[in-house]
């Protein structure tokens, strides 16, 4: 997702995370990170609200809406990566923002640092629109903390004018009739993700011999291997350089928005899947006005056209007969928009496997591209 699009390194965060426990303790009681956020009557609070996300992640016309609904002022920051928002956030103590919208895992760590509020669901009567598929996981299993805000699944999409082989899962990739035309996403963790699936292995393990075992199989693959291509990859397939590719659901409905014809396959090994959401953060300075914003993202109808505007999967079950009814064509809401049950319900996280595992996959993915 954003990023599902998880930059590896979180070793700078973790120090940054030991000094401020540190901190904490030398300041005496940080259980505050657990208890409900403040919320003063929002007749009382500055007509402001501080936004912490990426860049373009929230619709100009829903936050323009918003204000002019509201009168409250919205101040839109962006960060690069999920680990420059820890960052920032630790170094604030969560005080200098209302809401963030970040990946599950770095959300998952921030919780455990007391860095994010409860939500206060008396303020958020549209908290029962989220669809339960989407809460519970292990960044917030007790829902307290979180709105799911978009989910993505890396998936296969391939030109079905180019290949003349079946494609249904990982295990495709490495048939020798799709040499020098595949791209795949340049991520070490789903790349060797994938590749694990297809020996029966988690996404996460940690075990040295699957992983040796991985590094083996990838090297098989790297005739039928085109480019590597995080962020673009979906042009090579619009164009025709490339027959099949591995990229998030938003790359392939991008795809799609340009050729109706090709096909997006969720792999029968199992998919992976991630889930970005908004959360208040311990000290936030306006936090009703937060609590009115995530009300008013989940309005079916807004949160309909967010997703119509990011092309990510939808969090929200009120907003489905309106994603159905959207402007989008029809190959990009039943291929992209909706994942099939049966594989929701299976699929694996990414998390964060430790310092030295993260190495192992790194060097993997290293030597794979230099190989």
């Known amino acids: 997702m954003k990023r599902l699009k998880r930059g590896a390194s979180l070793i700078l965060a973790l120090l940054l995370s030991v000094l401020l426990f540190t901190g904490c303790a030398m300041n005496g009681d940080s259980s505050q990170g657990q208890n409900a956020a403040s919320s003063p009557d929002s007749s009382s609070e500055e007509k402001v609200l501080n936004i912490f996300t990426w860049a373009t992640y929230f619709p100009d016309d829903i936050l323009e809406e918003f204000t002019q609904q509201t009168g409250i002022k919205v101040q839109y920051s962006n960060f690069d990566s999920n680990e420059e928002m820890l960052m920032k956030l630790q170094a604030s103590n969560g005080s200098d923002y209302d809401i963030v919208l970040a990946s599950d895992y770095i959300i998952?760590?921030?919780?455990?640092?007391?860095?994010i509020a409860k939500l206060d669901k008396s303020q958020i009567p549209n908290f029962e629109?989220?669809?339960?598929?989407?809460?519970?996981?292990?960044?917030?299993?007790?829902?307290?903390?979180?709105?799911?805000?978009?989910?993505?699944?890396?998936?296969l999409i391939y030109n079905p004018d180019l290949v003349t082989v079946p494609i249904e899962g990982y295990e495709d990739l490495w048939n020798p009739a799709l040499k020098d035309s595949v791209v795949l996403m340049d991520d070490a963790r789903n790349v060797v993700g994938l590749t694990l699936k297809t020996m029966g292995e988690s996404l996460n393990t940690t075990d040295s011999d699957q992983l040796n075992q991985a590094k083996e199989k990838l090297m098989e693959l790297k005739p039928n291997i085109l480019a590597l291509d995080y962020n673009t990859s979906y042009q090579k397939i619009i164009n025709g350089e490339a027959s099949v590719g591995y990229m998030f659901t938003s790359q392939a409905a991008t795809a799609l928005l340009e050729n109706e014809n090709l096909k997006v396959v969720y792999p029968k090994e199992g998919i992976g899947f991630g889930i970005d959401s908004c959360f208040i953060p311990v000290n936030a300075p306006h936090p009703s006005n937060a609590h009115e914003f995530l009300n008013f993202i989940l309005d079916p109808e807004r949160s309909a056209h967010i997703s119509e505007q990011t092309l990510y999967i939808n969090c929200n079950q009120a907003a489905t007969p309106y994603v159905e009814q959207s402007n989008l064509p029809d190959s990009v809401k039943e291929q992209v928009l909706t994942i099939p049950e049966d594989l929701l319900k299976g699929a694996e996280f990414i998390q964060d496997i430790g310092t030295d595992a993260s190495e192992l996959y790194q060097n993997i993915w290293t030597e794979f591209k230099q190989g």
Do not use: H
């Not at 998952?108 to 860095?115: S, T």
């Not at 629109?129 to 292990?138: C, G, H, R, V």
């Open 129 to 155: 629109n989220i669809n339960p598929d989407f809460q519970s996981k292990f960044y917030d299993e007790t829902n307290e903390y979180t709105i799911p805000y978009s989910a993505g699944v890396p998936v």
């Open 108 to 115: 998952d760590m921030a919780r455990k640092q007391d860095l």
